[in-house]
């Protein structure tokens, strides 16, 4: 017998109707029509974007065990809203969105050894008093391997985090050091990588912390005099995941403690995730034994999506929000918005507010005005490590000769102009710049400014380096 959209649906209404209360299938499930099936795909009607998202919280999972008795592993279930029109016309429209089938995380329980003098463990997330150990792990479930999309620019990372996901603490990659600039993804795919352990491994401990709040929680630690007991709490975890583990620069107690957290999860084969905006070569003021150990996995950088990666993101989220959008349209963003991930979904989000709020249709007109707009004011703010990297590019050197206390003319002239242009371009001060280029004195910074300015006006070569190095920072 063939199946039709009408006859899966009952069969799944059946098993829903035998798993929940009489009251709640009535509200949620009698008001739903089947409208079409398509290879594994049913697609449903529901009453209203709430009545979706109600579906989608409450009763993802049982939706899910349903269709898969019916259509197989590789079910999928879309929603068709019915949406009033207010915009004069009578007919109602649809939008249609994918079903997430994702639950929310459940709190981790744990097994804490304790003392008889101190019986209780204290959880830094949680207030003092509560004796049950339970460790929510932080992790947001919309940021999955199925939404971080694969390219060129983040293949070598994504792999990665799909073998440490697979077998945490069990690969070379441990810890997995992920780093690139700002917008490409590090968080996402750090979230990605611990919500595939929590749906592979639900036994295992996951928790995902900002380099600042673990920050905050040591030296609150330190004022309560539990140091201690923050260290074996971190001790507990199975997969640990540090986010944006540059901030620890300069903060000599807080890396002490990450360092002795560190060798014991790693030594009992617990697994380390770190991410970072610069590589480790790159990072200030991280003393040389905890850099010594991010290098003992794997570092692995994020670049910038390149342009059929930057079609696929734009097509993914179109395709996540149920909207349709012309195929020369999105080509258009792609090709305009290169920097980073982060700006390309806030631009096809801008492009589609603007056509529902404003009630106009998505032309290339309106597409060149948000894009215009938005590109103006997502200017890229330029540190001294984005300098000292395009100098760097620019005169073929690596960044350590740079720094380096070589006199050879070359590098000096390198060096000297990566500190002109860090003062003309940010707000650090002459002793900042000094201490991130090579460790100089604030007086070295001011002279080299001056050289510039003076070999401007008399160098013809040297003026042509700095109008091309000036280019390639301001594009």
């Known amino acids: 017998m063939t199946k039709t959209a009408q006859s899966v649906w009952e069969n799944c209404l059946s098993f829903i109707k035998d798993n929940i209360q009489d009251q709640a299938y009535k509200t949620w499930f009698e008001p739903i029509k089947s409208v079409e099936l398509t290879d594994n795909a049913l697609y449903?009607?529901?009453?209203?974007?709430?009545?979706?998202?109600?579906?989608?919280?409450?009763?993802?999972?049982?939706?899910?065990?349903?269709?898969?008795?019916?259509?197989?592993?590789?079910?999928?279930?879309?929603?068709?809203?019915?949406?009033?029109?207010?915009?004069?016309?009578?007919?109602?429209?649809?939008?249609?969105?994918?079903?997430?089938?994702?639950?929310?995380?459940?709190?981790?329980?744990?097994?804490a050894p304790f003392k008889n003098l101190n019986p209780e463990l204290k959880n830094p997330f949680v207030i003092p008093g509560i004796r049950n150990l339970k460790i929510e792990s932080q992790l947001n479930a919309n940021y999955s391997f199925d939404n971080f999309l694969e390219g060129d620019?983040?293949?070598?990372?994504?792999?990665?985090?799909?073998?440490?996901?697979?077998?945490?603490?069990?690969?070379?990659?441990?810890?997995?050091?992920?780093?690139?600039?700002?917008?490409?993804?590090?968080?996402?795919?750090?979230?990605?990588?611990?919500?595939?352990?929590?749906?592979?491994?639900?036994?295992?401990?996951?928790l995902y912390i900002s380099a600042e709040i673990f920050t905050q929680q040591y030296i609150d630690s330190v004022k309560k005099n539990n140091r201690n007991d923050f260290i074996h709490f971190y001790q507990l975890i199975d997969v640990l995941i540090i986010d944006d583990v540059q901030f620890l620069s300069g903060k000599s107690g807080t890396q002490d403690v990450f360092f002795h957290i560190f060798n014991y999860l790693h030594q009992n084969g617990k697994q380390v995730i770190l991410t970072s905006d610069k590589a480790p070569v790159d990072m200030q003021d991280i003393e040389q034994r905890l850099l010594s150990r991010f290098k003992w996995g794997l570092s692995a950088e994020l670049h910038q999506p390149d342009y059929e990666t930057r079609i696929s993101i734009l097509k993914n989220i179109l395709y996540r929000d149920g909207v349709e959008m012309p195929e020369d349209i999105i080509e258009y963003v792609a090709r305009n918005i290169k920097t980073n991930v982060r700006e390309l979904e806030g631009a096809i989000i801008s492009l589609i507010a603007q056509s529902s709020f404003n009630k106009k249709e998505v032309t290339i007109e309106l597409a060149k005005s948000v894009v215009e707009k938005f590109v103006k004011n997502v200017k890229r703010e330029i540190s001294i490590d984005y300098i000292q990297k395009i100098v760097s590019d620019y005169f073929q050197l690596d960044i350590e000769t740079l720094q380096s206390k070589t006199r050879k003319r070359h590098v000096v002239q390198a060096r000297q102009l990566a500190m002109f242009f860090a003062k003309k371009f940010t707000k650090a001060s002459l002793a900042n710049i000094g201490?991130?280029?090579?460790?100089?004195?604030?007086?070295?910074?001011?002279?080299?400014?001056?050289?510039?300015?003076?070999?401007?006006?008399?160098?013809k070569q040297f003026k042509k380096f700095v109008e091309d190095i000036n280019k390639k920072l301001t594009l």
């Open 44 to 111: 449903i009607q529901v009453p209203s974007k709430f009545f979706y998202e109600w579906l989608e919280e409450h009763y993802v999972k049982l939706l899910k065990v349903a269709l898969t008795k019916e259509l197989g592993k590789n079910a999928k279930l879309l929603y068709k809203i019915k949406m009033e029109n207010t915009y004069g016309n009578k007919q109602p429209f649809t939008e249609q969105l994918p079903s997430a089938n994702r639950v929310p995380m459940k709190p981790q329980e744990v097994d």
């Open 153 to 206: 620019s983040n293949r070598l990372a994504r792999s990665a985090g799909m073998a440490v996901a697979n077998k945490p603490g069990g690969t070379s990659f441990n810890p997995l050091l992920i780093f690139g600039g700002v917008g490409l993804g590090k968080t996402h795919l750090a979230h990605a990588i611990g919500v595939e352990v929590k749906d592979k491994y639900p036994e295992k401990t996951v």
């Open 435 to 459: 201490s991130q280029i090579g460790d100089r004195d604030h007086a070295t910074v001011l002279h080299a400014c001056k050289t510039v300015d003076n070999l401007v006006s008399t160098d």
